[in-house]
Every structure is written in structure tokens, then in C-alpha cells.
Nanobody
């Protein structure tokens, strides 16, 4: 089982990035996928979740309108489009898979991709 997060990097304030979470070793369409982030010295923070069929989505309030989660089950990939990025969005972003919506427990986790927002 593997979740591979990618797409992070250095971006200027106000910029955009699209993160990808490529999964293997399990059937993506059976799982909800969530994105989380953890900034240095801070606790892990929930970002968004998309259900297995892609029709139910939940965002943390501070992400609404700026972040968009989507999935392509045929490509075994979930995306997180991030716009209007600010320095406080700097963090390592992780994707995770769980059953149910929202999942009570995220069973599988990826290794994370670092997003740095700085001028």
C-alpha cells in the first residue's frame, strides 16, 4: 500500500500549486481521501476530505474558496489545488485514505510533500 504525495515546492505569496496523491496497492474508489498539513513546530492540521465517489467534500473553514480537492479514480490520483497561497500555508502536506465519510480513522498515510510560501 502506498500513497505518494507530490507537487510541493517554493511559491510566492498569492501563487498557486497543485498537489497530487498517487495511490497503489489498494482500490482507490473504496476509500475517502483526506489532505492534512503540518507546519514546523505545530500540530497536524486537517485540510479537506473527498468521499470515495467524489461527490461529497469537506473543507476546513480557512481553506474554503482557496483550496479545491478532486479525484480521478481511473488514474488512482487525488488532487489538491491551492490558490492565493500565503506564508501561513507553509507546511508539509500529507494525503491519507480512510473508510466512510468523513473517516473516523485514516488507515493509510503518504510521506508528505513540502510547500513553502515565501517571497
Amino acid at each position: 500500500v502506498q500513497l505518494q504525495a507530490s507537487g510541493g515546492g517554493l511559491v510566492q505569496p498569492g501563487g498557486s500549486l497543485r498537489l497530487s496523491c498517487a495511490v497503489s496497492g489498494f482500490t482507490l474508489e473504496d476509500y475517502a481521501i483526506g489532505w492534512f498539513r503540518q507546519a514546523p513546530g505545530k500540530e497536524r492540521e486537517y485540510v479537506a476530505t473527498i468521499n470515495s465517489g467524489g461527490r461529497r467534500i469537506y473543507y476546513t473553514d480557512s481553506m474554503k474558496g482557496r483550496f479545491t480537492i478532486s479525484r480521478d479514480n481511473a488514474e488512482n490520483t487525488v488532487y489538491l489545488e491551492m490558490n492565493s497561497l500565503a506564508p501561513e500555508d507553509t507546511a508539509t502536506y500529507y494525503c491519507a485514505a480512510g473508510v466512510g465519510f468523513p473517516p473516523k480513522v485514516y488507515r493509510y498515510w503518504g510521506q508528505g510533500t513540502l510547500v513553502t510560501v515565501s517571497s
